[in-house]
């Protein structure tokens, strides 16, 4: 089992440029989220997805959009890059409310 | 926002000994959790424990929930260099989704 990988591992955008962030499980795990992490914080909630054709917002959606594709795949796109974006993007999956998985992460850097 | 709170922010030890590092958070919750994250990694669930549950062990580490306090520790005993990480509280922030507070800088040297 893969668990929860991402792609790419590492970007560089210049601003106004668009992107978009894959992951995919393969945990059979209704739940899915994307967080980012900026230096000497915690995780924020970007997007998540409850359950297969379902999306919600998080604390930090602006900038974002979300597809779940499918059971396995939920894809993070960023329509147009802003410095503000430059982050490390975590993607996890969960079944209920216990123990997340956690994708490797994908560096992005947005000059 | 940010509902849990580590502290300290950074921790340094020696091998062998042990390393607590504790969590404040601000409303009721159903469980917390405890994860790790080595440099430049993913997170690693180390363990979750519930509202009613005031202590729980796994290997080396110890959790301590106080709901009365809205305040929970990880301690990890015997310290190794393999144990140097970022530690992360997280509580329910809403639908499954987590709330990470910003973390414990944990060095062990050996």
């Known amino acids: 089992n893969a668990g929860v990988t991402q792609t790419p591992k590492f970007q560089v955008l210049k601003t106004g440029q668009s992107m978009t962030l894959q992951c995919a499980q393969d945990?059979?795990?209704?739940?899915m989220y994307w967080y980012r992490q900026d230096p000497g914080m915690g995780l924020r909630l970007i997007y998540y997805?409850?359950?297969?054709?379902?999306?919600d917002k998080g604390e930090v959606p602006n900038g974002y959009n979300v597809s779940r594709l499918n059971k396995r795949e939920f894809s993070l796109r960023l329509e147009s890059a802003a410095p503000s974006q430059t982050s490390v993007y975590f993607c996890?999956?969960?079944?209920?409310?216990?123990?997340?998985?956690f994708g490797p992460g994908t560096r992005l850097t947005v000059l | 926002s940010q509902q849990g709170e580590e502290d300290p922010q950074a921790l340094s030890i020696q091998e062998g000994e042990n390393a607590t590092m504790n969590c404040s958070y601000k409303t009721s919750i159903n469980n917390l959790q405890w994860y790790r994250q080595n440099s430049g990694r993913g997170l690693v669930h180390l363990i979750l424990i519930r509202s009613n549950e005031r202590e729980k062990h796994s290997g080396r580490l110890r959790v301590t929930l106080d709901t009365s306090k809205k305040s929970s520790s990880l301690l990890i005993t015997a310290s190794r260099a393999a144990d140097t990480a970022s530690y992360f509280c997280?509580?329910?922030?809403?639908?499954?989704?987590?709330?990470f507070g910003k973390g414990t800088s944990l060095l062990v040297t050996p």
């Open positions: 997280a509580t329910e922030l809403f639908r499954y989704a987590l709330n």
């Open positions: 996890a999956s969960s079944e209920g409310a216990d123990t997340q998985y």
């Open positions: 945990m059979n795990h209704n739940s």
């Open positions: 997805s409850a359950s297969e054709g379902t999306t």
